[in-house]
Every structure is written in C-alpha cells, then in structure tokens.
C-alpha cells in the first residue's frame, strides 16, 4: 500500500492513537520535508506555530467516535521557506489499526484558476466550471441567450472627452453594466470597444436563461439612468445605448491560440444578437430580441410587442423582432400596432400605412412602419412574404 501511495499527488500522513505519525508518502515528504515526516513525532511536533491548526484537526479527528463524518477544510500551510501554500485538509478517523488519516492537496493551481475565472465569470459559475468534469468547455452545443450592448453617440463622446476622458467613462460604464450581468447569473464574453457581449446559459445553464437575459437588459437601462445621474448634474451629455438580444444554438468552449485562449460561443444566434442591436436605432427602441428568446423566456419577457419580421445581413432565415418595454404600452396602440402588422404582412400597404401612422408621432416602431409601408404602396414587391430584409448591419 505505501508503494501506491508514493505515486499520488496527494500528501498522506497516518497517524496512531496517540498522535504519532506511523507513516507518510513521497508527497508528504516533498510538501513538509523528510524531516518533518520522521515516524513517531507527534501531530503538534509535525504542525507546529502557524500550521497548529492542521494538528488540531488531527486531535479532533482521534477523539470522535468511529463512523464519524470526515473532515474536509481548506486551510494555509507555513513552508520552512516562508511561503504559504493552499491546501485542503481533509481527515478521518481510522479504526484498523486505531488512528487517523491526513490528507493535504495543493489547491494553488485551484485559488489561481477561480481568481483569473472570478475576472469574467461570476462566482457561482466560476465555481461549477472548477468543479466540472474535466473537458467541460473543450466544446459543446448548447442553447444560450446571447446580450449585445453598445454605447449609442461613441464618436460625438470621443470627440468631446478625448482619449483619457473617454477611457474613464468606458471603465465606469462597464463597472456598472459588468455589475448589472454578473447579478442575473450571466457571462461578460467580452468587450468588444464600447460594446459589451455577455452570455445566459453558457458555460451553465439554469433552465431560465431567457428570461434572466431580458431582466438583465432591462436592469441595464435602469442602471444607465443612475449612471448618467451625476453626468447631467455636472453639464455633461448623458450615455445613451442599445440592446440586442438572441437566443439559439451555438457552438460554446475554449477558443484561441496556445497563449491566450477565450471562453465563448460562436454561430447564428450571436451574429444575430449583435445585428439586432445594431437595429434599435432605427426603430427607436433600446431593447429589441429574437422571437426565440421572447418565447423562452414565456411569461418572464415582460411587456413587449412584436413590431417586425426581417431577415438580418449574413442569415437566410428570418426572425421576428420582439420590443422589449420598460413599462407597458397603451392598449390602444398596442392594438392599432397589431392591427397594422398583419395589414402590412398581408400586402396591404396603404392601410397598414394609415393605422400606423395614428401613432406615429408618440410611438417610434410605429413611425418606422409607417414610411416604409409608404414606400411600399407607391411599389408593391412582386412575391411579397411579410418579410423585410435589412440591408445594412
């Protein structure tokens, strides 16, 4: 059996009744030194000073009943160097022959991993992707919500802060919108110049990604308001933004080169949750999302309306578009919108048009609509669909 222990990785330390090691592995050595691991010395002569509490859990362990629960806790050991290293403790009581059992891993590499997984990932994931089976993000399918946010106006701000100005707003716009995602259980993928790119459903799921993506966005317009609070207080223009978001599978795990690699997710759905955002300047609304993510997300998608079917540059298929309201919309609209939608879809031009424009003066979506139906009474498309195609990214 010693000669199976010497090849693991894990410290082994076997104590007898009285506290006196009977024997240790080449682990054990190499981690205290093999004079440290002499059989006989007594638990407290082993772990002495700064690493006491190491002894005490091997005095606890020799005086609880056998059967009794094993001991696991992660705890810091004093090296002869001065050094500190990680370890998890974990301890047991043993009935043939009568003593204890220690084992101490090096959980070094583990603090480093969670540290560096803490910068983009929140805890809680960043705890589960430690604790996952080994080759978890190699790559995967999956279904996730993806979250595009970018500043609205960057060019006017850069022009107006200059570079330092416009660095410290971008850290402290993301410092509030990084707070925002990671607080609804979502990955910050990365950012991509003033636009942010988080995931709900990658590299976990938790059976609600949607509808966490949607409530994050719409945190995320309320947290702009508070963040341009002190801006329009101190004569500075406010930060405007738009969101996109989409829902669908995608390809998820560790990409890159040998020297950097990246947790993140590729395919349709986040080419369409970035031309999605791209779109909520032209229909005047800061929060739009696929039809797949309003219907994931069932009764958690709040109030919203559908307001177009199109089909984005780089997709053949198309998608509705779903606005996502930060409070209800008149009923009377809601219904003249709808209305109008299925006129429009239907080919009826001119009278879609002229429903469309009752509210076009108060309702954004609405005016958007009401030209393009203009535009095409005066020339019907041969082999009309219902779908619009958008030309632009």
Not at 13 to 39: K, M, S, W
Not at 95 to 108: K, Q, T
Not at 129 to 146: F, L, N, Q, Y
Not at 204 to 230: E, H, T, V, Y
Request: aromatic residues 6%; charged residues 25%; negative net charge.
């Amino acid at each position: 059996m010693a000669g199976l222990l010497d090849l693991v990785d894990t410290a082994v330390l076997r104590f007898d009744a009285e506290g006196r090691l009977a024997g240790a592995n080449a682990a054990a050595a190499i981690l205290l030194g093999e004079a440290e691991v002499r059989p006989g010395r007594r638990a407290d002569e082993i772990f002495a000073d700064y690493n006491a509490a190491i002894a005490d859990l091997v005095w606890e362990a020799l005086g609880a009943a056998l059967g009794a629960p094993t001991h696991r806790e992660a705890i810091e050991v004093a090296r002869a160097d001065g050094s500190w290293t990680p370890l998890r403790a974990t301890v047991a009581r043993r009935s043939e022959p009568s003593g204890a059992a220690l084992l101490l891993d090096d959980i070094s590499r583990e603090r480093r991993m969670k540290a560096l997984l803490d910068r983009t990932l929140s805890t809680s994931v960043a705890d589960q992707m430690i604790d996952a089976a080994p080759g978890a993000a190699d790559g995967e399918t999956r279904t996730v919500s993806i979250l595009f946010a970018d500043l609205r106006g960057f060019t006017a701000l850069s022009e107006a802060l200059g570079p330092a100005g416009m660095v410290r707003l971008l850290n402290d716009y993301f410092s509030f919108m990084a707070d925002v995602i990671r607080e609804h259980g979502g990955v910050i993928d990365k950012y991509i110049g003033d636009a942010v790119m988080a995931l709900f459903g990658a590299p976990l799921s938790r059976g609600d990604d949607a509808a966490r993506a949607i409530r994050a966005a719409r945190d995320m317009i309320r947290a702009l308001a508070l963040f341009n609070a002190p801006r329009l207080a101190a004569g500075e223009p406010p930060v405007d933004i738009g969101i996109g978001l989409a829902t669908g599978p995608v390809i998820a795990g560790t990409i890159g080169s040998p020297d950097r690699l990246n947790y993140t997710v590729i395919g349709d759905a986040v080419n369409l949750a970035a031309r999605l955002e791209s779109r909520t300047k032209s229909y005047g609304t800061p929060l739009i999302a696929c039809g797949e993510t309003v219907r994931a997300a069932g009764t958690g998608s709040g109030a919203s309306r559908l307001i177009d079917i199109a089909r984005v540059v780089g997709q053949d298929r198309a998608t509705e578009v779903h606005e996502l309201r930060m409070e209800p919309i008149d009923p009377r609209t809601e219904r003249r919108f709808a209305k109008a939608l299925t006129l429009y879809r239907q080919g009826d031009f001119a009278a879609a048009a002229a429903l469309f424009e009752a509210d076009a003066a108060t309702d954004a979506p609405s005016r958007l609509l009401a030209d393009r139906a203009r535009r095409l009474a005066l020339d019907p498309p041969a082999g009309w669909t219902g779908v619009w195609t958008l030309t632009d990214k």
